[in-house]
């Protein structure tokens, strides 16, 4: 998931800005940069080096990469007085800003012993200290760009955040061990039956789609805000749960080619999937390794790992599709931003505690897929500079997630953010609803 860029032209968010005392950045910087170490703390030193597959980076890596940014997009050009504690580290932390440098490779992030581990941990408190430094008494002629910059920068390490969790789980997933990440995650309250898959009905019209960026910070793929026609369309109450895909598992849903998109079907030869992702048949029942190690599928929970390929495969199955990121948006825009994100300290997705008549779990749990390519909106201009490399340069080959996981800072989600990553994908949390037309 790579970082994306925030839209920096709203009045509101400048006026917004400039009335907020740096003290109260300084302890947001605070707040996250030290969230990122906490999520590290149950590692042993070997675990922040391997690199299971190119998609996973490091976690070394990902502490380093996170501090980069703050060093060369906000120390750099705004704190004279700073220096680097080595040089290097401005090619090997950067992740594909190629107006800035040459990136090193990311398949060879494993590679790199060196710097240590310890090392790393020191260039974030170098970095942390002269952050400390400039926000606490910014220039003036700088101090609002330092601060969109601070924003940015903050919300970009809450996605390394996310993906520090996956990764770690697809990192200890390869050990044949099973070693949990932790022993001590908060269990569900209860594994309350889903019920019944409901249809909630949604009229045609013109739907305004996108963020509106007199309302906060958004990332610039969000908008500009417009109107989209959408034809009256039905969405599910709540996702597809580990026990309705496992139905689709032994009707022989991984050998029924009709089921599947070309590519898709590829992949399933090629890769030999047979269920979702961590998926292994323990004494013929189904298990699943998660962060808190190998434990028996909860068939009630909405599954989670699998791609967009099974998604679509699934819906086809179903007799049903998946929503575009339109429905999925007009369907979320009236609803709270509550659910199990990474603050309910399952990390996994878990059963609805009770399930409303309306929509269910749209946020945290699973991000869900939808059936929209990642395009940009009408309007869309790629911002200018180095920066501008956050999202236009990846609208190619990409399907858009909504409404966040598990393990998404509560405070980093919205009903207009716009997740992506390529269709075979699938060591993200990433589950999906169905939809149909009315």
Known sequence: MPPQAHQWESPHQLETLDTLHTKEWLRRYQRIRRASEQLCEPLCTEDYVIQSMDDVSPPKWHLAH???????FI???????????DPAYDFLFNSYYETHGVPFPRPRRGTLSRPTVANVYRFRAHVDAAMAELLESPPPEHAEEILRRVELG??????????LLMDIKHILAQNPLCPAYRDDLSPPVEETPPGELAWLDHAAGIRPVGHDLASGFAYDNEGPPHRQFLEAFQLANRPVTNGEFLAFIEDGGYTRPELWLSDGWQQV???????????VKRDDDWHHFTLGGLRRVDLQA?????SFFEADAYARWAGARLPSEAEWEVAARDVA?????VESDHLQPVAAATLAPASSQLFGDVWEWTGSAYRPYP??????????EYNGKFMSGQMVLRGGCCATPADHVRPTYRNFFPPHARWA????????EA
């Not at 903050?154 to 993906?163: A, D, K, T, V």
């Open 269 to 279: 030869g090629q890769a030999g999937w047979q269920a979702p992702l961590y998926w």
């Open 379 to 388: 309007g869309f201009r790629t911002l200018p500079g180095t920066l501008g």
């Open 337 to 341: 931003v509550s659910g199990n994100f």
């Open 66 to 72: 996170v501090t980069w940014f703050f060093e060369a």
């Open 75 to 85: 120390l750099t050009p705004f704190q004279p007085r700073y220096r680097t504690l």
């Open 302 to 306: 909405p599954v989670a790992h699998v």
């Open 429 to 436: 949390f990433s589950g999906f609803r169905l939809a149909r």
């Open 154 to 163: 903050l919300h970009h390490e809450q996605q390394h955040q996310e993906l």
